[in-house]
């Protein structure tokens, strides 16, 4: 009820506020770094968005300032780690669960792909298949269940109710990747979720794991091409499965500020269709 308490509650959690502190520091020192250079096209994030700042001066409603590039910063750095790696986390250990979906992937990606070295964003279109099975790893495994904290810049009325300026607003994503008026089978492991009956992938509006809006995830284009990229390279390469004596997945997740799967072994090995003419000589 009230997430601003926390600052001045002891307990670990204050490390965060700490950590968080130090990082606000160092963007700080980045963003001092670029207004000291000599004036140049802008080469990054920081010099676009000092440059937008520059131009907003006289627009009294201008949300572009500081503040706002450090915090834009962070939602970068936390998108681009820890987000990105969990959602491939799941993926393994979803596709070990569900043999049949992962060597469908993996015959999809031989099929359309045959023996070209490098897979490209672009491949994404010709494969259907591994496109939704990768949809539904997001949506199943709801990473961000709760979207970044945020807070009403002026007063304002959602579905009837009154938010007046400062309220804190904690968006609760997991209830739209769940809802079962937008999911078929919303608690299962599902890819035709996003595949229409001739296996055309379909995109879905309730799909929202980078959130929605002004406030959507700022490195959403980014992680997309990293998950894809990353995903289809290691199903074209490996074959996951569990080690031999193991006891079983397990699928409960571990909150924390994402929900993260438990500490757990997969075996990755070598598919004899991903070797080049030299290597299989070997």
């Known amino acids: 009820m009230f997430p601003w308490a926390l600052r001045y509650l002891s307990g670990p959690h204050q490390k965060i506020f700490q950590y968080h502190e130090t990082v606000r520091g160092f963007i700080h020192h980045e963003i001092i770094r670029h207004k000291l250079r000599a004036p140049e096209a802008p080469k990054d994030f920081i010099n676009c968005y000092l440059s937008q700042i520059t131009k907003a001066m006289d627009d009294p409603v201008s949300t572009f300032n500081e503040e706002n590039l450090i915090q834009v910063v962070i939602d970068l750095f936390l998108g681009g780690t820890d987000t990105t790696a969990t959602t491939l986390h799941w993926a393994l250990i979803y596709l070990v669960h569900h043999r049949a979906i992962q060597e469908r992937v993996q015959q999809e990606l031989d099929e359309v792909l045959g023996a070209s070295k490098a897979i490209c964003y672009e491949d994404r279109e010709r494969l259907p298949y591994t496109r939704a099975v990768l949809h539904e790893v997001q949506r199943h495994s709801s990473v ?102 193991s006891r079983g997945l397990r699928l409960e997740y571990v909150f924390g500020g994402t929900l993260q799967p438990q500490p757990q072994k997969i075996c990755a090995v070598l598919r004899l269709g991903s070797l080049g003419p030299r290597e299989e000589g070997l």
């Open 144 to 245: 961000v269940a709760v979207g970044a904290v945020r807070q009403c810049v002026t007063s304002t009325w959602i579905h009837g109710y009154y938010m007046p300026k400062g309220t804190i607003i904690l968006p609760n994503l997991a209830s739209v990747l769940h809802d079962p008026e937008c999911w078929e089978t919303p608690q299962q492991f599902n890819p035709g979720h996003f595949l229409d009956k001739d296996g055309n992938f379909v995109a879905n509006e309730a799909f929202l794991p980078f959130s929605a809006g002004h406030r959507v995830c700022p490195g959403e284009q980014l992680a997309r091409m990293e998950l894809f990229l990353m995903f289809a390279t290691l199903l074209r390469t490996f074959r996951f499965q569990l080690p031999e004596g």
